[in-house]
């Protein structure tokens, strides 16, 4: 195993020779280049640690490379090699991001010794950065309030699958808490150190679907400026939540089963092949099997995401749990609006209970979040929460889905007086989802 690998950008020939084979033989592996153009294309063939560039070259010098490279691997350490005579020219690099600079001619072990430096503080800053990101996650699995059979059973399956790598799909309607699931999976995993890194599938068009999930390379497309890494990137060694998972086009589908098998990606507009190490939670709330027989959703990345599923069971069939939810979004919203914690009367809690929640655990949090921010009573009443306005019948419960859904929108949207960016944050989607919507169950402003 390497040590890291280097760039080494230097018009003399000597030079780039010597210090590759000096690198080398302290087990580091090394590319050459003569120039900016040649250095530019290496890196787009090959990832490397850390950059060695001479600071006086034709044509595009040391320090107009250093912003070059700075634009396509920000994380990537430069240090500049320079003569006595260009010292103050290095401190400007240094100002600009390199991370040193040393003077020409220069002892090879305190090249070796100044570039171990480098990597070091690389990877202290990319650990930072996981723990900072775990620190976030750490518990996830305290929201998975409930104490009814389904909730329990959802939490054995969770501690079941977590210590494996097998590929969970997650399934459920829209807000029972798809997403939390998946985050108390990655926590109780083995990866929880690393990443977990969530992209909503539903709200991007193919291409920019594309581009989140594998990255990009600079000039790939129109406003392409810099190379991007993917979310399989930037999850290495963690995990990726796949949410929507239905909503993804034939083709996506297919460079997705790719990577799920081969764990290799290839950046768009790009030619070199990358591996990536991750763990993969899908989230639906839509049969995939019916979306198979229709032929809209690939039947072996059905089979390949279908390895264990966790099933979450809307609201409404677990209505005990309730008050333990309301209890947890008071105590959770007391912290976060800086404010004393209130209550709930019993006859609210009752109200709640008999509610049908067709947007699920999400619009009840909506729903107490709004109700703390209009009335500042210490017991919240029955009239803090609006839906008693356009109540759902328990005969509504009866109904499809899509029924319920439909009501829900169209009541949302006549309480927000069809002001959609209000009403998406009600719903907890995006414009574009709900615009979606708003034209697939034909809702018209009355």
């Not at 099997?289 to 089979?303: A, N, S, W």
């Amino acid at each position: 195993m390497t040590k890291g690998r280097i760039l080494i950008v230097d018009d003399d020939p000597v030079v780039r020779d010597s210090l590759s084979q000096w690198f080398q033989s302290e087990d580091y592996e090394t590319g050459a280049c003569d120039g900016a153009a040649s250095a530019l294309a290496e890196l787009a063939r090959h990832s490397y640690e850390v950059a060695l560039l001479d600071i006086k070259m034709p044509g595009v010098d040391g320090i107009e490379l250093q912003h070059r490279l700075r634009e396509l691997e920000p994380d990537m350490p430069v240090i500049i090699m320079t003569g006595y005579a260009t010292v103050e020219t290095a401190v400007r690099a240094l100002k600009n991001g390199a991370y040193d600079y040393i003077t020409k001619p220069f002892d090879p072990d305190e090249l070796v010794h100044l570039v171990e430096r480098a990597l070091a503080q690389r990877a202290a800053v990319q650990e930072v950065d996981r723990l900072r990101e775990s620190l976030t996650q750490m518990n996830p699995a305290r929201d998975l309030i409930g104490a009814s059979p389904a909730m329990r059973r959802v939490n054995e399956l969770v501690q079941t699958v977590a210590p494996t790598d097998a590929t969970v799909l997650i399934t459920g309607e829209s807000g029972t808490g798809k997403e939390v699931v998946a985050r108390a999976v990655h926590a109780a995993s083995p990866r929880r150190l690393h990443p977990l890194v969530a992209i909503h599938c539903g709200a991007l068009t193919d291409s920019l679907l594309e581009s989140e999930l594998f990255g990009h390379e600079k000039g790939a497309f129109t406003g392409a400026h810099a190379r991007k890494k993917g979310k399989f990137e930037v999850a290495d060694g963690g995990t990726v939540f796949l949410d929507e998972i239905a909503d993804i086009s034939l083709h996506t589908q297919t460079d997705l089963l790719r990577v799920l098998q081969e764990k290799e990606i290839t950046r768009v507009g790009g030619t070199q092949t990358l591996k990536v190490d991750f763990r993969a939670i899908v989230a639906t709330n839509k049969r995939l099997e019916k979306l198979v027989e229709e032929g809209t959703f690939r039947p072996d990345l059905y089979y390949r995401l279908n390895v264990f599923t966790i099933d979450i069971p809307p609201l409404r069939s677990r209505r005990e749990d309730i008050p333990l939810l309301i209890e947890h979004f008071l105590d959770r919203f007391a912290v976060s609006m800086n404010r004393p914690r209130q209550k709930v009367l019993p006859a609210t809690v009752e109200m709640l209970i008999e509610y049908a929640w067709p947007g699920n655990v999400r619009e009840l949090e909506n729903a107490i979040e709004r109700a703390l921010l209009i009335c500042r009573e210490r017991e919240l009443p029955p009239e803090a929460f609006p839906f008693q306005a356009h109540p759902i019948t328990p005969a509504a419960e009866g109904r499809s889905l899509d029924e319920i859904e439909k009501h829900h929108i169209a009541a949302i949207l006549s309480e927000s007086q069809w002001n959609l960016s209000r009403a998406a944050r009600i719903l907890d989607i995006d414009r574009t989802t709900l615009y979606n919507k708003i034209r697939r169950y034909s809702l018209q402003e009355e």
